[in-house]
Structures are given as C-alpha cells and as structure tokens.
C-alpha cells in the first residue's frame, strides 16, 4: 500500500513538473512572437530620400490642414447657420465629415505606407490596412456625389415635387444608405485574408488573387463609367436651366411682380453650378487614381516609375477632400459670411486669452485706480 502511494505520488509530481514546463514553454514562445513583432516594427526604413522627404512633409503638410479645417468650417457652418440647413446642404455636409475623416486617418496611415518599407508595412495581409481609410471614404465620397447630382436633378426638372420627394428624413436615410454601401465597398481589401499572407508587396509586386485586385478592378471599372453618368445628367440638367433662364428674361416686364420666383430660380441654377464644379473637381483629382489602379493590376512598370505614378495620383486624390470648402466659399454667399464668422470668433477669443495671460489683474487695477481717485 506505501508503494502504491508511493508510485501514485511521483506520477503525481511528474505530471506537475510537466504541466509547469509546457505553461513556461508557452510562456516562452509567446514572449519570443511579442520581440519578433517588435523586432519587425524597429526594422522599417525610409524609402525615399531626403529630397521626396521633405516634399511628402510640404505637400501632404498643406493637404492635411487643408482638410481639417477647410471641412471643419463647412460642418461648423451648418450647424450654427439655420439658413444653410436645407435638404441639399445635409449631403453637402456629409461629404464634409467624409473628407475631414480621409484627411484625420485615411491621408496619415497610406502616407506613412507609402515613405516606410519593411514587415507588416509589405505583407500582403497587412498592408491594405494602411489604405482602407482612404478607400472607404472615397467610396462613400463617390456615393454623396451620386445623392447631390439627383438632388439637383429633380430641384431642376421636378421643382414643384422638390420638397416632396427631397425632404430633410429622407436626404438623411439617403446619406446613411451612401455612407453603409461605402463604407462596405471601401473595405474589400480587408474582409478576406490573401491567400499569401506574407507575400511582399511594396514596389511592382503584386497581390496574389486577393480582394484587393478585386476592388482596384471594380475601382476602374465604376468610377468612370459614374463620372460618365453624372456628366449626362448634368447635361440634361444644364438645359432645362438654359429654359429657365430663357423663360425668365422673357418675362422681364413682370419683374416687380416676380421678384421672389426670379431670386429662387437665380439661387437654383448658382447651387446646380456649384454642385456641378464638385463633381468637375472629383472627377479630376480621382480619374488619375483610376489610372494607378489599372497600372498597378495590369502594367508592368519599374518600381521608380510606378512610385512617381502613385505620388502624382495620390496628391489629386487626397487633395481633393481640401478642395470642396474652398469651392462653397467662393460660390455661397452665406457659406462665405459663415466662415468669416466662425475664423473671427476663433482669432477673436484667441487675443482675449492671450491679452489676459499678459495682464491677468490688468481689469482689477484699473477698477482699484477708479475707486480710490479723490472727488473732484
């Protein structure tokens, strides 16, 4: 019986000694991965010059400022501005919070991708997290231009349904809908692992039958042929305001009678103008950036001469979220009274705080000095 327990003890002990050895192996092996990791991250390396550095930092310097404040100021306006929420202004200002967010995180993570090699930065499984920013809002960019095009549409065509159809509940449904199917077309590169996860894919290296051809494809494929359609529209749109127009001088002699008809009319086709110099604008910064998908997918290039491809691209497109403020400023008015409002109140409280932080008891003297001068 004291053998037994004997031999029940040390196997007892043994498998302890086992158990304790494996939790110390896993211990081991884990703490080995997290100094692999960092071991990776510490080996990335500039791969520019000095020179492209110190454009990089100057030119996406501008666009990143640009963009924050820029949209900053059109979300601001709509805000504090009752006369600037209309139906057409909340697409408008969605657009914006898409623009200042590719600015925020989209613009910082694929330019850091884009000066940094090394591991995790090049695999194939891990790279295309550094662009989804910037894919998922120009996708939701695109689809906001879409919803201002046939907002436009049918405030020219169907004034008299206008308010019917375009009301503030269903411009808003219409923005979420835009802001989902971008969000998830945005996001293909990352919904699916490659098949070669840590394939290197910096330089002319391409994807390996991954999600990210797929969406670069259907990049090539939609964005021209949307850009395409909203052109026709545009047209169509352009002349029946010609017709307006038309009409309008017509009827010149009954001007006093028609002076509020003639300002709504006058309003309507400087919005439908405007709008159509956004989708000018998109279609300039990212019809190159379509280019560079198609290069990337199906040319085959040096690493120098698709690294100047990508640049050239890449500032139009991301540029393109600091253009849009600059364009409702100088065409609106109110958008314009709005920003000088909002700068005023900034620089304005800035020098208050700063005159009291040089004279904090300035006021208090100047009261004590009143108080205590003798009558006269």
């Not at 404040?69 to 202004?89: A, C, D, M, W």
Request: aromatic share 12%; proline share 4%; charged share 15%.
């Amino acid at each position: 019986m004291n053998v037994a327990s004997h031999v029940s003890f040390t196997q007892s002990l043994s498998m302890n000694i086992t158990a304790t050895n494996s939790n110390y192996g896993a211990m081991d092996s884990s703490t080995d991965g997290n100094i692999d990791i960092l071991a990776d991250l510490l080996s990335l390396h500039l791969s520019v010059s000095i020179y492209w550095l110190v454009f990089y930092i100057f030119v996406y310097g501008i666009i990143f400022f640009g963009s924050i404040i820029g949209n900053q100021l059109v979300i601001f306006s709509y805000i504090i501005e009752p006369k600037l929420r209309r139906p057409t202004n909340i697409f408008i200002v969605s657009l914006a919070v898409a623009d200042f967010i590719t600015g925020l995180i989209g613009l910082p993570t694929a330019i850091f991708g884009r000066l940094f090699t090394g591991p995790y930065v090049c695999f194939a499984a891990t790279r295309p997290y550094l662009y989804v920013g910037a894919f998922m809002m120009s996708s939701v960019s695109i689809g906001h231009l879409v919803l201002i095009t046939i907002d436009r549409y049918i405030a020219v065509t169907r004034p008299f349904k206008y308010f019917t159809i375009m009301t503030t509940r269903n411009c808003r449904i219409f923005a979420a809908i835009s802001w989902f199917c971008g969000t998830l077309f945005g996001a293909l590169p990352v919904i699916s692992p490659p098949s070669n996860p840590t394939l290197w894919v910096c330089g002319t290296t391409n994807y390996e039958g991954s999600t990210v051809n797929i969406h670069r494809i259907g990049a090539v494929s939609f964005i021209p042929v949307i850009l395409f359609f909203l052109c026709l529209v545009y047209i169509r749109v352009y002349i029946v305001a010609m017709k307006h127009v038309k009409e309008q001088s017509e009827r010149i002699k009954a001007q006093t009678k028609n002076d509020d008809k003639s300002s709504a009319k006058s309003s309507m086709i400087r919005t439908t103008v405007t709008t159509s110099i956004v989708v000018g604008a998109f279609a300039v910064c990212w019809l190159p950036t379509t280019a560079k998908f198609f290069i990337e997918v199906f040319v085959d290039t040096t690493e120098e001469t698709l690294f100047m491809i990508q640049t050239a691209a890449e500032i139009l497109s991301f540029g393109n979220s600091m253009v849009n403020p600059i364009i409702y400023g100088y065409r609106n008015t109110l958008f314009r009274k709005t920003y000088n409002t909002i700068l005023r109140s900034v620089c304005c409280r800035g020098c208050k705080d700063e005159r009291k932080k040089q004279n904090p008891q300035g006021q208090s003297k100047s009261e004590s000095a009143i108080t205590i001068s003798p009558n006269p």
